[in-house]
């Protein structure tokens, strides 16, 4: 076993064995500052004193909550050899009397991506650097990711993954704790994966990730958009911010080529995103699927809505999951299938075919792997996840307004057979404004609504349950017959349950893979899924007994 591995299970702490040694005045350039009056080398960087190794540059970064500068101290007894900071973080310093050598730039956050790509040798020139995907997007990266690593391993491929669930650097998975790590962990993933053989790598990429530096100085080869839909707007303020955080990913200093997905006619993020994406990287460089035929109609229409590349056609059930015809207006066609269910899924899975053929892959093969090894057949942990059948109980991580649609839509039973009830919350200190548009979407789409707690951080959960719960009562053309207002999350799980019939669809919304509850800084265990297959198993036996 490698020290890295030896690390354990913690992706904060991987790196790869044989960094770059860095001199502080090259850190300066490459930071816009002047040169230190010292100098010294680096052999890592840190933006976190609690995971700062010896020889490391310490970025003392401005925060929501502190400045990294007041660490500065914890940085230097776990062996700084220096600090990057910026002014304000001087004035810090020199209270703090930490006496290293000091680089100050005028937004260091900025320079830390190209700063550990450098001394982690992540973008190697000689090209021995794994292909690299990327995917944003509100809702589907996971889902998205884990296609093309299955395509790709399918295709021979020894493969990579960072994102929400797990990280894949080897053998090990190692659980995630952001969806895209910060810059430096980034930088030392890919920088492992080369030297571990990884020859292609998939990677989530969140508008937080956009928004704080995280994929700085990463050059993707292929990158793809699944879709824009409210989310994260404690964050981003408006949609349009929104739209152009994620818009940053589609330029040349970020990525070779792109691949959008455009959902319908009144798509305009999707079409937007096109439009911006071949204006920077060039029209031969962009791929546009269309979901449906009557967006490719429109081709010639200028170019906001400019035609799809490839469009979907055929499409038909396949057992829960669909299968399609992708069909490019040069004539290729390949027959794509997945056994994950809901509409998204057709979407996610036509993306991932598409960004892999855009990353070198032959046609003829592609469509050999596809019929023989079934790839977009895999289980995305907490995706749709079958918990159950009679009643159909599914455990899904839809946590905005339109996961939360699609999410009810593909476990409606067929032709109005049985009832759909669902059980949900909101997530506490985020996005509030999201919270009523839920509780009407669960009104308008399930026939019994549970609404419970998800994440309430440090929020009081009883008023984040009465914001949902005051948007379903509220909701124009509500089909539910009853909103509940349970808690805790295993009680109104229980209490689905019991009141679900063998032809009623149980959806558990919100958390998906999750396993811990986040109230008031304690996590509390807690896995949707044990706790739906448990009320199931105890209904059941129930059952038995009564008879
Ligand atoms: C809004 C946000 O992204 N915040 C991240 C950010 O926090 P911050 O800069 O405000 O940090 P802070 O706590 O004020 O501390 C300031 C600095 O001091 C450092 N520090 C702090 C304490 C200490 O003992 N030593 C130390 O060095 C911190 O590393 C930081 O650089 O930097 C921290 C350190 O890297 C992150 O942990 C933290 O993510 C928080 C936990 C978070 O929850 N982020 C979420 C919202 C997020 O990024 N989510 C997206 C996906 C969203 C989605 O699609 O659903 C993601 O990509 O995961
Ligand atoms: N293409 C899609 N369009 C709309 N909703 C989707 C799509 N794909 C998945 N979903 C829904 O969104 C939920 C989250 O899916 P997934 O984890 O793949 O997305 P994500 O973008 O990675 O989300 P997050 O960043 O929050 O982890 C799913 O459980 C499902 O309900």
Sequence with gaps: MDATAQQGHDAQTMRPARPRPLSLT???????????????????????????????????????????????????????????????????????????????????????????????????EDGTAPVLLAVTGTNGKTTTTYFTNSLLRALGRTTGLIGTIEILAGEQAIPSRLTTPEAPHVHALLALMRERGITAASMEVSSHALEFSRVDGVRFDVAGFTN?????????????????????????????????????????????????????????????????????????????????????TALTRRGIGHSFTLVHRDGRSLRVSTGLPGDFNVANAALAVVMVLASGTDVGQLQRVLDEQDPLTTDVPGRMQLIGTEPTAVVDFAHNPDALRRALAAVEPPEEQGRVIVVFGATGERDRTKRPIMGAVAARHADVVIVTDDDPHDEEPAGIREEVAAGARAADGARAEEVLVLAPRAVAIRAAVAMAGPGDSVLVAGRGHETVQEIRGVDHPLDDREELRAALADARQGRREDR
């Design 26 to 124: 090259e850190v300066a350039r490459l930071a816009g500052a002047a040169a230190p009056a010292r100098t010294v080398d680096v052999t890592g960087i840190s933006l976190d004193s609690r995971q700062l190794r010896r020889g490391d540059l310490y970025a003392a970064l401005p925060g929501a909550r502190a400045h990294g500068a007041q660490f500065a101290p914890q940085a230097e007894r776990a062996g700084a050899a220096a600090v990057l900071t910026d002014a304000e973080g001087v004035g810090l310093l020199e209270r703090t009397g930490v006496d290293l050598p000091v680089v100050v730039a005028p937004d260091p956050r900025r320079s830390v991506g190209t700063i550990a790509a450098r001394v982690y040798g992540s973008h190697p």
């Design 228 to 312: 824009l839909t409210q989310d994260h707007l404690d964050l981003h303020g408006s949609m349009e911010e929104y739209f152009s955080v994620k818009a940053r990913l589609f330029t040349p200093g970020r990525t070779g080529r792109a691949v959008v997905v455009l959902q319908d006619e009144d798509d305009v993020w999707g079409a937007r995103m096109a439009a911006h994406a071949r204006a920077q990287l060039g029209a031969d460089r962009v791929d546009t699927i269309a979901l449906r035929g009557d967006v490719a109609e429109d081709r010639d229409a200028g170019p906001e809505r400019h035609g799809a590349d490839w469009t979907l």
